[in-house]
């Protein structure tokens, strides 16, 4: 490979393996604060077009910057076979760095190393890249019928990436002609940004036995390992990847980006550490996306409210590079369960996704791959039919759903809803906002010509991929892993193949295993993220930590409990079968007084085993049966400022049904953070385009995050519905306020708008949009 460096005098300074930080969780240790000795910073030159060739790129005066040690570009890459990285679900692949030509705004082009950030800085902008601008596509819709071909290195020589569909597409056609009542909307989610506190970055060097180092910013550390061995061809045992305390991912850090690749390569060809840290800029632009689907949805129904068909036809804007974080299956993620909490005798749902000059990504931002967009859909698309059928939107959810004695549900799209009581946790939610009181005022205040709205969110959810048979990524089943060691003193350590990135497993993992065995959780220590470490996992994401890493752990607590009670019988001189485990004790059968515990048992282990194999650990690795399906009933009640369009969240109530919960407060957290990231979609945020393909929102001025000043107060309930086939009876929670509550809110809004004849409105619903639809509904009303 022709890397143009400079003279590397400093060359060769190596990282003894004494010299690495050992993380331990939940400690604060950030990818930013590790620093090794002739550590080199890499910064990377991006493109200012949304669309050109690149007819020339002089590194030249970047080589002259102060501190710059080695500039690298797409045809180096290209040249050591390590122009392109394929995407995770195996379906495209993605340049590293920009070969022959750019593809969006902010797309690498070329990768400079220099011995401080600043220098790094600086040499990146000194690389003067020649660009021919080409036309550009900026909206899906375009991309079907543009002649530009934005691929000419696919096969297929078209924008349309794939179409997908699932259901009964002739039934359901007949059944919605059929229908007395139907409606139809087109409904947009629009393109928004995960967005964590802490943008990517990493680390990487080789050590002295030539093995690669790796600390990084991942929510799936064994398949960052996995991916970096296919695409570098470095064998997976020469190959460590650490994923130290993550300010946040949700989604966001599930990707392989260009950063990592040239990083590595960087140390490969130069020798020293190299440190890779996103600007937010750099992260908002070109770090995976979410959203971005246009849904036409339509219901079909009776005249009295029962629905009967279902059909949702989705346009789909993947970017420039089909880079979804989809299992391989499912090039539209779970977008199936738009059905929703609904017993749809017969429906159809269809994705096409194309191609257009912009950011690619489309990950699973705090979302089992799209079902926050297929939630909203459904949400969004009841109370258009409530609306349609003058009918309160309660009364027609309460007569649609399933009901608790239909499960195990199977739904007209191909899932098996495991458990719920939609009713109860609707009914929860109504009593707890005073539904029957909020009607009255709203009565009232409508007399007064004020805008008052109740808005409500019934969603089922889809969480914990997921079953081998149908989830995998790169060809990887979606299975999870636990290894369980018990000390001779009782203390342990639990490893899992997840990651935490701030939801508390280094507490909930330690309660599971404390749960099962009887023994304190402060002493059981938990780590994550170290492939050298922990057993083969697939990380965290979609809510699958606790459905399925969760039971790893329970299911590995529960082969130890099997070992420990062969030791009990031992300690307590009776045959295994007279031995039981009784209110976290083993018991002589009927001799209450004749007992031995969990910590006797893990001194015996190492000290008394008798017969028995010394020592007390077990891994597990746990496949699941099914996905489990959560529920939420959410109801948003707002006041809206006719003159300004200001809209008031007054009242948000927030029951969730996640099964049995491990740990309240830690739940009680998940649906406020996630409730909040909500709020931000449904009011706020948008990464918006202009028709040129610039990029609009590039920092947090003009992307906002919201702070404590606009965010509402949450008030929050709960129902328990277990689910029957998970080991605890657990179901996953931490996406949930993600995916119901935009619908929630925009019902709100919608319903506050309805009595001016405002039908729907995309998010977000700024105040600028709110106030120029109650604007136009008055002029029509006067004209
Ligand atoms: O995969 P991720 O950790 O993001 O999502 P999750 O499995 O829904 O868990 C989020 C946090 O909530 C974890 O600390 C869980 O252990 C906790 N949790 C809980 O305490 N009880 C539940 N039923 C579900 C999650």
């Not at 280094?506 to 780590?527: F, H, K, R, S, Y």
């Not at 990029?695 to 277990?722: A, I, K, M, Q, R």
Request: glycine share 10%; aromatic share 8%; charged share 20%.
């Amino acid at each position: 490979m022709s890397i143009q460096t400079k003279p590397l005098h400093s060359v060769g300074v190596h990282m003894k393996r004494k010299e690495d930080p050992r993380f331990i969780q939940g400690k604060g240790h950030y990818i930013d604060d590790l620093s090794f000795p002739g550590m080199l910073y890499l910064s990377l030159v991006r493109s200012t077009y949304p669309h050109a060739e690149i007819t020339n790129i002089d590194i030249s005066e970047a080589m002259k910057v102060p501190g710059v040690k080695a500039v690298i570009t797409g045809k180096d890459l290209e040249a050591a076979g390590l122009g392109w990285l394929p995407t995770f679900h195996g379906f495209d692949k993605q340049m590293v760095l920009a070969i022959g030509k750019v593809l969006f705004q902010y797309q690498e082009v070329a990768a400079v190393f220099a011995e401080t950030r600043a220098a790094a800085v600086d040499g990146a902008e000194a690389v003067q890249v020649d660009y021919a601008p080409l036309p550009v596509v900026a909206d899906p819709f375009a991309s079907k019928t543009d002649k530009t071909l934005l691929r000419p290195d696919r096969e297929s020589k078209t924008n349309h990436i794939f179409h997908w569909e699932v259901g009964d597409k002739e039934g359901t056609a007949r059944a919605m002609a059929s229908s007395p009542k139907r409606i139809k909307q087109r409904l947009w989610f629009q393109r928004c940004h995960p967005a964590p506190l802490e943008p990517c970055g990493c680390v990487a060097y080789f050590d002295t036995m030539g093995r690669l180092q790796f600390h990084v910013t991942s929510q799936a550390p064994h398949v960052y390992r996995t991916a970096l061995s296919l695409v570098t061809g470095i064998p997976e045992d020469k190959i460590h990847v650490m994923s130290p305390d993550l300010g946040g991912g949700f989604g966001n850090k599930v990707p392989v980006y260009p950063g990592y690749v040239c990083a590595i390569v960087g140390a490969l060809k130069i020798g020293r550490p190299v440190k890779w840290i996103e600007t937010r800029t750099e992260n908002l632009t070109s770090t995976g996306f979410a959203r971005d689907y246009h849904m036409d949805v339509e219901i079909g129904a009776t005249a009295d409210g029962k629905v009967t068909a279902l059909h949702v036809a989705t346009t789909a804007d993947h970017g420039a590079f089909d880079a979804a974080a989809d299992p391989s299956k499912y090039p539209a993620g779970i977008f199936g369960i738009v059905t929703g909490s609904y017993s749809f005798p017969v429906a159809h749902a269809e994705v096409d996704a194309y191609f257009t000059n912009k950011a690619p990504g489309g990950i699973a931002y705090r979302c089992s791959f799209r079902v926050t967009e297929a939630s909203y859909a459904i949400e969004r698309g009841m109370d258009i039919l409530a609306d349609e059928l003058g009918m309160d939107a309660v009364e027609l959810r309460k007569k649609n759903f399933i009901r608790k004695d239909q499960f195990p549900y199977p739904s007209a799209l191909g899932f098996t809803y495991d458990s719920g009581d939609y009713h109860k946790t609707l009914d929860v939610a109504l009593e707890k906002i005073g539904y029957t009181g909020l009607l009255k005022e709203q009565a009232e205040k409508r007399a007064r010509g004020e805008l008052m709205g109740i808005g409500f969110s019934t969603f089922t959810e889809v969480v914990g991929a997921g079953p081998s048979k149908h989830f995998d990524i790169l060809g990887i089943k979606m299975f999870d892993s636990a290894e369980i060691r018990i000390h001779p003193t009782g203390a342990g350590i639990v490893r899992t193949g997840t990651k935490s990135q701030g939801q508390g497993h280094e507490t909930t993992w330690a309660q599971i295993v404390a749960e099962e065995l009887g023994l304190d959780p402060q002493t059981i220590m938990v780590e994550e993220g170290d492939t050298d470490t922990a057993p083969y996992g697939l990380g965290t994401y979609a809510s699958r930590s606790t459905p399925v890493a969760g039971a790893a752990i329970t299911m590995a607590a529960r082969r130890i409990r099997e070992k420990a009670r062969k030791i009990a019988a031992h300690l307590l001189e009776v045959g295994e079968g007279d031995v039981e485990w009784i209110d976290y004790k083993f018991q002589v059968k009927g001799v209450p007084a004749k007992t031995v515990t969990m910590k006797e048992v893990a001194f015996a282990a190492y000290t008394n085993m008798a017969q028995n194999e010394p020592g007390l650990e077990a891994t597990y690795y746990y496949d699941p049966p099914n996905m489990t399906y959560p529920n939420g009933a959410y109801v948003a009640v707002v006041d809206i400022d006719r003159e300004t369009g200001e809209t008031k969240v007054r009242r948000f109530v927030a029951v969730d049904d996640c099964g049995v919960v491990i740990n309240p407060m830690i739940v009680e957290g998940q649906i406020h953070g996630g409730l909040t990231e909500g709020f931000a979609m449904a009011f706020i945020q948008e990464i918006q385009y202009d028709a040129q393909g610039n990029n609009l929102n590039t920092n947090f001025t003009d992307y906002l995050v919201p702070t404590s000043l606009e965010t509402p107060h949450w008030e929050t309930g709960n129902t328990v519905t277990p689910s029957p086939h998970h080991p605890m009876g657990a179901k996953g929670v931490g996406e949930s306020p993600n995916v119901g509550s935009p619908a929630a809110f925009v019902n709100a809004v919608i319903d506050a708008l309805s009595p001016l004849g405002v039908r729907h409105l995309d998010m977000p619903l700024t105040r600028d949009k709110v106030w120029r639809a109650i604007r136009d509904a008055e002029v029509k009303k006067k004209a």
